[in-house]
């Protein structure tokens, strides 16, 4: 599509639940990007990858964040046994190429967790 | 680390003045620099970049200026509308990698 597309635009999970939120890059874009947005606005980078293959894993916590982009298949971003720090906007970009190109947004998944 | 600052926070400005951001970055291998449009609740949207090798670049009442001596860059908001109001953010390209580091954002409020 013409548009990095993330579902669901909304999760509310209890603490301890799991979350998984999904996100399709643009067509024809190799890389994928995963951003954290807390409530003071602050972009955290988690993870990026080209195609399938994790580029850049610097900014995931290691216990109990994970992702995934498989072929034919939406990215996912999963989170164990949340926690109530775990509430902010996960948003994802897509970008045609490295270097220095335009990295576009989705909509973002809201997650909550109660 | 990594990091990139941006002030002011906040910005009021009255329709129609001109309204300037400013970042400073750290990592002298950036060589990449978008600026962010948010609007509450929406996604970022990319409105300017500009790119190592260029020392300004504008598109219509916007323009971004670069120095890289002082690792610094400015959003230029000219003629400023109502429509503007949004929180804009800076981000540099990490030299390494591809992924992209913030400024905590300038909320900018233009007044009728």
């Known amino acids: 599509g013409e548009e990095v597309a993330q579902t669901p635009k909304h999760l509310v999970r209890g603490e301890g639940q799991k979350a998984k939120l999904y996100c399709a890059p643009i067509?024809?874009?190799?890389?994928v990007f995963w951003y954290q947005q807390v409530l003071k606005n602050e972009f955290k980078f988690l993870i990026s990858?080209?195609?399938?293959?994790?580029?850049?894993e610097t900014g995931m916590p290691k216990e109990r964040f994970s992702a995934k982009c498989l072929p034919n298949s939406p990215c996912s971003l999963e989170i164990q046994a949340t926690k109530l720090e775990d509430s902010a906007v996960y948003f994802c970009?897509?970008?045609?190429?490295?270097?220095?190109?335009?990295?576009?947004f989705g909509d973002g998944t809201r997650l909550s967790i109660l | 680390g990594e990091n990139v600052e941006q002030h002011p926070s906040t910005l009021s400005v009255q329709e129609g003045d001109s309204a300037v951001i400013k970042c400073t970055y750290s990592?002298?291998?950036?060589?990449?620099f978008p600026w962010y449009k948010q609007e509450l609740g929406k996604r970022p949207q990319l409105i300017i970049d500009?790119?190592?090798?260029?020392g300004e670049k504008k598109d219509q009442r916007i323009a971004v200026t670069l120095n890289k001596t002082a690792k610094h860059f400015s959003l230029h908001i000219t003629e400023t509308q109502p429509e503007d109001s949004a929180v804009y953010f800076c981000?540099?390209?990490?030299?390494?990698?591809?992924?992209?580091?913030f400024g905590a954002g300038t909320r900018l409020a233009v007044h009728p």
């Open positions: 990858f080209q195609n399938e293959n994790v580029f850049d």
């Open positions: 500009i790119r190592s090798n260029v």
């Open positions: 990592d002298s291998a950036s060589n990449y």
């Open positions: 970009a897509s970008s045609q190429e490295a270097g220095r190109q335009p990295q576009h």
């Open positions: 067509k024809g874009h190799s890389y």
């Open positions: 981000a540099s390209r990490s030299g390494g990698y591809n992924k992209l580091i």
